[in-house]
């Protein structure tokens, strides 16, 4: 465990609550119920994690409405990203499993690996509090942050555009609805309208991103 430690950069004052954090149910139902398991620290780190995330967009993306703030945390705590977090510090290495549950694989289950991520954020929590809880996970956020945002971004007016155009006589036009905030800081809503009707509407620091938005919920509306 000291090896651990000093990978998360975090040396714990009781170590009993790591040890737990690492202890899968299959271990302790293995070796004895005496033996706590981490699924209890799993359901304190989900909130801690959820608060930092959280707080940290809410800070940092301020032109972002409230669904494009739910879907970027969503993005951020969702298993694939807690799996790719704890295979960053080798999690499966130090996670106590059954025989049967480490010869399945289980040290390399997302499942498991994105509980056990999730109790080692309780667990420091538990033992230094929410600030050294922040540094941890921002170590791995911050920079899946920037990931994400170098990702290209998908075109939804084309993709809409296209499946409207498959009946004739359709027509799609975009709309400004509002425009807000200083000239570095703008905010614009747009929506889209089919036949002129509304159909999806959406925000962003510019109007074409406002379109695209608009034309992402479309889609969603329309079951794309």
Known sequence: ??????????????????????THSSYSNEVGKSIKCNERMEFLGDSVLSLVVTNYIYMNFTQFPEGD???LRASLVCE??????????????YIKLSRGERHGGGAERPSILSDAFEALIAAIYLDGGYEEARKFVMVFI????????KKPQKDYKTTLQ?????????KLEYRLVSESGPDHNKHFVSEVLLNSNSIGKGGGRSKKEAEQQAARAALELMGY
Do not use: C, W
């Open 1 to 22: 465990m000291t090896e651990l430690q000093h990978k998360i950069g975090y040396e714990f004052k009781d170590i009993s609550l790591l040890s737990t954090a690492l």
């Open 142 to 149: 911050e920079p899946e942050v920037k990931s994400i945002r």
């Open 69 to 71: 703030l739910t879907q």
């Open 162 to 170: 296209e499946i409207v155009q498959k009946n004739p006589g359709e």
């Open 80 to 93: 694939k990203s807690l799996f790719k977090f704890a295979k960053l510090i080798d999690l499966g290495k």
